[in-house]
C-alpha cells in the first residue's frame, strides 16, 4: 500500500511585489494550514518523508502542518519538480521515488493539484481549494505503478 496526501499550499499574498517563488501565505492561509494539519493529525498517518515545492508558500505552509503532524523541519525536502501547474512533474517525481517510502506528503501547486486529483482519484469538484489535503491511497507495492484509486479531501471551509 502507497499512501500520498497531497496538499495544494495554503492562501498566499498578493501585497507585496515579489517573485511568484517568493510570497509568502496570507494570515488566512497561516491559520488554514494550522486547521488542517490538526485534523490530519487525527488520521493516523505515519508520513515517511515531506516534500515541497520550492516557492515560499508552499514550504511555509509544509512547515505549519508539520508542526501539527509533529514533522521536523529536517523531514521536508525541496523538489524541483513539485513547482509544478500541469500535474506532469509532479506525478513524474512521485513515481519516481524510493519503494522503501510507504506514506509520503507533498506541498504543491494548482493546477497540478486539481489535475492530479481528479486524474489518480475520484475528485469531482472543479478545483482545489488552498490548504486542502488530498489522500490517496494505492493498493500497490511500487510507486511506479500508482494509478487511479479513491481519494478523500480535507479542506478548511468544512472545518471552520
Known amino acids: ?80 519538480d513539485l513547482y509544478d501547474f500541469m500535474g506532469k512533474q509532479a506525478l513524474g517525481f512521485v513515481r519516481s521515488l524510493p519503494d522503501d517510502l510507504h506514506t509520503i506528503m507533498t506541498f504543491g501547486h494548482n493546477n497540478a493539484c486539481t489535475h492530479l486529483a481528479q486524474s489518480l482519484g475520484n475528485y469531482t469538484n472543479a478545483n482545489i481549494p488552498t490548504a486542502t489535503a488530498v489522500i490517496f491511497h494505492f493498493d500497490v507495492s511500487l510507486w511506479s505503478d500508482i494509478q487511479q484509486c479513491n481519494c478523500t479531501s480535507i479542506r478548511p471551509k468544512t472545518l471552520r
Open 1 to 80: 500500500m502507497k499512501t500520498w496526501v497531497m496538499v495544494r499550499h495554503a492562501k498566499s499574498s498578493w501585497e507585496f511585489n515579489l517573485t511568484d517563488r517568493e510570497r509568502p501565505l496570507a494570515d488566512r492561509g497561516v491559520k488554514d494550514a494550522i486547521l488542517i494539519g490538526r485534523e490530519l493529525s487525527k488520521h493516523n498517518l505515519h508520513i515517511d518523508q515531506v516534500f515541497s515545492s520550492p516557492a515560499k508558500r508552499a514550504f511555509d505552509t509544509a512547515l505549519l502542518m508539520g508542526s501539527e503532524l509533529g514533522l521536523s523541519t529536517e523531514n521536508i525536502q525541496v523538489e524541483e
